[in-house]
């Protein structure tokens, strides 16, 4: 299988960094089960370790790391669960702010946010606001996100300033999707060994490089970031060709 991938920052090529990476943090809910803690454990112990892969993520030259944070079909879990969820988020977007602004990190946020409970809008507008200035790296939190709601929203965003079929192009539908601002990811990683990408950035992903590790989300590290970049840079990216 050759060399075995590297765990620090010195053994990247840093001019090849991919500069749009996303993540679709998988297995909170196994890693709490396996440990015979509740759900809410697990994903407390997620949130925390997205600021250490995040801070990696800077330090080799990221410039945007979007993450699966709620989808829309995430609702249909047990109330109690998604209201742990909630009370995870609103926390982490007050208690994270201050680092967040240290770090350089600026928040953002996609996804339907107006289904949101209140208080998690407005903490996250809070912490949008807060970290406006910061320039290292972005931060896209996926709340109440589904890329075939994503798709659903633009069209009618396109519907309703009267566009002609002529103007409706690739460029024109990117151009309305949440992740505008961004583009498209260049490597988007899965956690938990699953092989789906579970309607995340469906337009976006046509040309992404997909990587699936079997560590759980919450056993994810910066380290374990590296070694999929390693991946990443040692793979050829023909673009359709």
Same mark, same amino acid.
């Given at each position: ?14 001019? +090849?960094?991919?500069?749009?990476? /996303? ?23 997620? =949130? ?8 990696? /993520? ?10 699966? =944070? ?25 208690? +994270? ?28 507008? $809070? ?11 972005? !931060? ?13 929203? =633009? ?7 009267? !566009? ?7 460029? $024109?539908? /990117?151009?309305? !999707? ?46 374990? !970031? ?16």
């Amino acid at each position: 299988m050759g060399v075995l991938p590297p765990t620090r920052v010195s053994e990247l090529d840093l001019s +090849k960094i991919p500069q749009h990476v /996303a993540i679709i943090m998988d297995g909170n809910r196994r890693w709490a089960m396996l440990k015979g803690l509740p759900a809410a454990m697990g994903h407390w112990e997620g =949130a925390e370790v997205l600021e250490t892969v995040l801070r990696g /993520a800077a330090a080799i030259g990221v410039k945007t790391l979007t993450v699966y =944070a709620f989808s829309t079909e995430n609702w249909g879990r047990p109330e109690e669960e998604v209201d742990d969820l909630m009370e995870i988020f609103q926390l982490y977007l007050k208690r +994270k702010k201050t680092a967040m602004i240290r770090d350089g990190v600026r928040l953002h946020a996609i996804g339907d946010l107006t289904k949101l409970p209140e208080k998690v809008q407005q903490q996250l507008d $809070c912490t949008r606001r807060a970290t406006d200035h910061c320039d290292r790296i972005n !931060l896209v939190l996926a709340l109440n996100y589904g890329g075939r709601d994503e798709i659903r929203r =633009a069209v009618v965003k396109m519907i309703e300033k009267n !566009l002609t079929p002529n103007e409706v192009t690739e460029e $024109c539908i /990117a151009k309305h !999707l949440d992740t505008s601002p961004f583009g498209d990811p260049d490597l988007l990683i899965r956690t938990s060994g699953e092989m789906r990408v579970s309607n995340f950035l469906l337009w976006q992903i046509s040309y992404t490089e997909f990587l699936s590790t079997q560590v759980l989300w919450p056993d994810f590290s910066a380290q374990e !970031l590296f070694r999929a970049v390693y991946t990443f840079q040692n793979r050829s990216r023909r673009l359709g060709e």
